[in-house]
């Protein structure tokens, strides 16, 4: 069966590509020097790139709960998956070359590609994805920093170097222009999995509260989301250096 696409979720999708469009305006005028922001500490930016994420990943993990409804087979998934890990290596090579001390190696497409093979292995659990992706939040708010001591003092392992710092456990956050642990971005995912798989067992309407011609441009952009992630930055760059911003 071919997964079925829902309006509604596209349209928080499309929203939240819109958000971040205008997100990464600033942080690039920012980077020019045009505007002065702390994008790494203020609050306002802090918290809107969460606010974005999540809605990104929850998005995700509802698509994830749609497909594994109608009975999406091994080779769509597989074939959707090896996009998105493509999408996440040009996005790493790309970085290399614009940030070489600080390029991208575990950011949100990096993460989604793990993400996603987890969801699908957990996806049996239903409504227990919702309780597993809490768990996994809490694991890293309550116990990140003291698994990641204890990972050092009896193994010897290193949870804030490069080869572990993807799993979130750790005490210093490293420096790249992206960064997406599993731990607690996944607990995301699975909550939005477990949302829509609940919304599906009881039917309902649900509408953005935009109007009708708002909300279908939003679906339209909500079903391009790793195209135009891979290209708003660029054309971004590129109208900034146009306007002659930064030159």
Do not use: K
């Not at 020097?33 to 994008?39: A, C, E, R, S």
């Not at 949302?195 to 309902?204: A, C, D, E, L, T």
């Not at 079903?223 to 708003?232: G, K, P």
């Amino acid at each position: 069966m071919t997964p079925r696409r829902l309006d509604t979720l596209d349209a928080v999708r499309g929203l939240a590509m819109v958000w971040m469009t205008v997100f990464h305006f600033c942080f690039d005028l920012n980077n020019a020097g045009v505007i002065q922001q702390n994008f790494l500490q203020d609050p306002v930016w802090t918290w809107q790139r969460t606010a974005i994420l999540s809605l990104f990943l929850c998005c995700a993990g509802a698509g994830q709960a749609l497909a594994h409804a109608c009975g999406q087979s091994g080779w769509q998934f597989a074939r959707r998956w090896l996009q998105i890990a493509a999408a996440a290596t040009l996005v790493s090579v790309g970085s290399w070359f614009m940030f070489p001390g600080s390029y991208i190696y575990f950011g949100v497409l990096h993460a989604m590609a793990v993400m996603l093979l987890i969801t699908r292995l957990a996806a049996p659990l239903g409504l227990g994805c919702g309780l597993l992706g809490l768990t996994i939040i809490a694991t890293h708010f309550i116990a990140g920093s003291a698994i990641s001591n204890w990972a050092s003092a009896q193994f010897g392992l290193d949870m804030n170097g490069r080869a572990l710092n993807w799993i979130g456990w750790v005490t210093r956050l490293p420096r790249t222009e992206d960064y997406v642990p599993l731990f607690p971005w996944l607990g995301v995912m699975l909550l939005g999995f477990a949302f829509m798989h609940g919304w599906q067992r009881q039917p309902r309407t649900g509408r953005l509260p935009l109007p009708e011609a708002l909300t279908r441009q939003l679906a339209a952009l909500g079903q391009w989301s790793l195209s135009y992630y891979l290209l708003h930055q660029p054309v971004l760059l590129g109208l900034l250096w146009l306007a002659g911003v930064g030159r």
